[in-house]
């Protein structure tokens, strides 16, 4: 079977409905296209996992601030779809705005109905910045839920907040799927894959490189067993080359996302740093 790209709602809900009559089992992948190998490792644990295969291509408007890079986000259907297709993707659903939101821009909370994520999940890391961006985000993943009804979506820990928030949405508003949590796709020289990326220049690439350099040297003190968080943010600090701006580096329990002066097993440690104009974000899980 080929790959189908679909815009409108209906069309997906009505091949779901025949699905759902054969009992199978589907997989969403929801995504901002500019697709690379981390998005493609996602869609292979949903094929792994799934009879069928649903992946979102949607720049989501109402999960960018008024700042933020929304026009010049990369738009790449032709080869998101090709890689779709390679992958053996059944949907492409690559909905415009006025299909997800309707026409007039009814964009704001004053007009559209939100999902407020709790508070003290959005308060820190990206969220301190990023004003409204969860309650933009949980709420286009509510509705790809409710178009798609998967059994199953997928996850990358590359984005660990969102990851952690949208575990909670499911638990907290008694969402019938499982979330999969997928590992970060990097780079050989250890760059965190992501569409941004295209954004930098040769220079701040490499500026960029120190990011997850910093990261696996938390990795190693922790291995070695150092905890406390203060020597492991200025071990990180020294590391992340002095061009990059550091908007935070945070320490959390990935359990329950509070913050931890010494570091345990499963606690996240979390970056995020603009490379020029680039804002990049990445992270561990120490273990
Ligand atoms: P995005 O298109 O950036 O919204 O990402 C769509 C999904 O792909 C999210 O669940 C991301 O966490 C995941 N993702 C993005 N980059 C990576 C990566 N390098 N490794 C694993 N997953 C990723």
Known sequence: MSTLLLNKIDDVKSNIK????????IGLVPTMGALHRGHASLIKRAKEMCNKVIVSVFVNPIQFGPNEDYDKYPRTMEADKKICEELGVDIVFAPAPSEMYGQGGKLSNNELTFVCPPYNLTDCLCGKSRIGHFDGVATVVMKL???TT??????????????FILKRMVKDLNINLTI????????????ALSSRNSYLSKEERTWALSISKSLKEIEKLYKQGITDCSI???????????????EYIEFRNFDTFEEVKTAANNTLA??????????????????
């Open 150 to 163: 998967p059994d199953f979506a997928f996850f990358g820990q590359k984005d660990a907040q969102q990851l």
């Open 232 to 246: 492991l943010f200025d071990t990180a600090l020294s590391i992340l080359d002095k061009n990059l701006e550091i």
């Open 145 to 147: 839920f409710n178009i």
């Open 270 to 287: 979390a970056m995020a740093v603009k490379a020029g104009k680039t804002r990049l974000i990445d992270n561990i899980i120490l273990v």
């Open 180 to 191: 999969i949590p997928c590992p970060i796709v990097r780079e050989d020289d250890g760059l």
């Open 18 to 25: 025949n699905w759902k009559k054969d009992n199978l089992t």
